[in-house]
DNA sequence: CTGAAAGCGCTAACAT
DNA sequence: ATGTTAGCGCTTTCAG
């Protein structure tokens, strides 16, 4: 009952043993192409096993290997184009190596991502890629490392948690783009970011993501270098809880208004173009804004936007080029590979109006 | 050797049932929650288990109930918007229901898919989502029938083989653009896709998609209608292979120069956007564009761009509703769920200049 | 090179 | 309510 199709139990090793008048071990060496088999056995149990239509099951082959050439990946969320593209790069060299992904979104919830992982492990996955929904509590990890199952960090870190992670350069992309921004001749200069955070941000906070965190230390220690007073009060967080349009307006011609805004990721980017044109705010005369992450559409707009990239496919593939060596038994103590970031300079950044 | 971690085996089952004296059996219900077990054993078999650190092995309670809890889905490419959407709608039900997901990326190539098709089949996936890579050739689907697993397409069909599918209404949102494309005036309307195709469109051929397959028809049938000839001479393919620069190009101020483009997908519309932009072409003054799919960018771009949007994420979701009911068994003849597509009016659509 | 038998960790009858 | 005993489909000693 409940059994779709035929109701036809499907071949097993077994069946084309006996049809192939061979012992059960023969055959599974044939069909697993292991162990030494005569050519002429080899012929006779494809032969069978082509006529049954015998297809192997992995799981029964993963209980008594111990290997499931299958890997684990909780993201935040993969419509989010940064997770897509690094799922894609991790997707691509895990194929290529016989692996496949069983895929968790998080959605940044550290209680989401308990539960992935635990079922992730429950699974057997051979190994985990985990962009870590907090840099804070490392407990969410502790179960992977407890199984002792290799765990590769990507895009964040988790201070105290000593496994391999791929970055990138956050702290000098942040740099970069609020040089550039000093550079020309702003001195109000917003940065934007959607991650949680109680209260406004002061110096010293640590962030729930190390990459946000980075990107703030950036941005902060380069306004901080250039004179300007207090610039954790330009550090603006919660943008998705307040509302990145109502921030946004704040910015544009409230009390907190600056010349320039650097948008944390190219979500946050997009928003703010948005309410930039809605009211009427021009880019760059009026605002400038520059953002991380590339996306496509960026040069598209009018003007197109400056940012600073990541390869975020290579992320990906890096976390998972490491992560299967850690599988093969690579003894070396764990690394953190830091990525460059590098700028692409549009149109969306000019000399503010005096 | 090759034992990563502690080197301490996981504890199991019959671990936990030693440690709380009682049998295996008893230890698996309490743990499994199955079953009846005494209040006092089940607190008892639980403390031990946590003492251990007891972590299931869900693979084998899949080899004992044949039950895996695991879907497979298989797109063409996580990076495309189009499939990172619905493939987080169909997360999102799947794990509502203690789903996971096992993701491959055909590349289109149905090649690629038939590979992915067994290693799913091989790891006892429950069921199978897939965005066919072919229309034509239902060979790659056959595997999943013989072995009578549940299979749910969606944004294709597949003529010929008898499964459920999740589409949307290509044909009425084809004639919706050209319609309003000719409204404004349009005579000379191409229709524009990277769909591989052997030689040019003729009428009756057949399309490896039939997503766009029915698009074109939509299409084609408009100019028809309104007494447009040979309206099977503006449908372009091959974007890809003849690059959507070059194509639009020649669509610009070619020989086959066109006053509208009807993009396929979001990603052409961006790159047909780019060509006109970079030529010199104004949108909607000298040429007027719509596409189908919505995107985010699609509302800030000068002009924003005129679609026709899909329900993707509901897409993804019901596909996997639907995939859920046939592995409770539910013996309904399969169906195809068409999804409406519905007009989203901006501004890169005029009259052509006389 | 081939076969017999044990075992991976769990569930499912079938007792008791 | 709890225990006993077979398996699920495959790989892996260990013999021969």
């Not at 499931?68 to 909780?74: A, C, D, F, N, V």
């Not at 407890?146 to 765990?151: E, I, N, V």
């Not at 093969?328 to 549009?346: K, M, N, S, Y």
């Amino acid at each position: 009952m409940g059994e779709t199709g035929t109701g036809r139990r499907e071949a097993t090793v077994s069946d084309v043993a006996r049809v192939a008048r061979v012992s059960k071990a023969t055959a599974a060496r044939a069909l697993g192409d292991y162990g030494a088999v005569s050519d002429a056995v080899r012929d006779r149990v494809q032969r069978a096993a082509d006529e049954l239509g015998y297809r192997p099951n992995a799981l029964a082959r993963t209980m008594s290997t111990g290997r499931s050439h299958t890997l684990g990946i909780i993201i935040g969320d993969i419509e989010n184009p940064f997770f897509a593209k690094a799922t894609r790069g991790a997707a691509n060299v895990a194929a290529e190596a016989g692996y496949d992904l069983i895929l968790s979104n998080s959605d940044e919830e550290p209680s989401v991502e308990a539960k992935a992982v635990a079922v992730q492990l429950a699974k057997q996955v051979d190994g985990l890629l985990i962009a870590p929904a907090s840099s804070l509590e490392p407990g969410n990890l502790q179960p992977v490392l407890d199984a002792g199952r290799p765990l590769v960090l990507f895009d964040r870190t988790v201070p105290g948690v000593d496994v391999d992670a791929v970055i990138t350069d956050n702290r000098a992309g942040a740099r970069q783009l609020t040089e550039m921004m000093l550079a020309a001749g702003h001195r109000r200069i917003a940065f934007m970011s959607t991650l949680a955070h109680k209260g406004g941000y002061r110096a010293g906070d640590t962030l729930s993501s190390s990459a946000v965190a980075d990107r703030v230390i950036g941005f902060v220690e380069t306004l901080s270098a250039a004179g300007i007073a207090r610039p954790e009060a330009f550090v603006h967080l919660n943008a998705r809880r307040d509302g990145v349009d109502a921030l946004a307006s704040r910015l544009l011609d409230g009390g907190d208004a600056v010349t320039a805004i650097i948008a944390s990721d190219s979500l946050i980017a997009l928003e703010v173009f948005r309410a930039a044109q809605e009211r009427g705010v021009l880019i760059p005369q009026q605002l400038s804004l520059a953002g991380f992450d590339d996306a496509p559409w960026m040069s598209v707009t009018t003007p197109g936007i400056t940012v600073v990239e990541q390869p975020i496919h290579e992320i990906g593939a890096q976390a998972t080029r490491i992560l299967l060596h850690r599988i093969r038994g690579d003894g070396q103590r764990p690394e953190t590979t830091i990525l460059p970031q590098t700028l692409v300079e549009r149109g969306s950044v000019a000399s503010p109006k005096v």
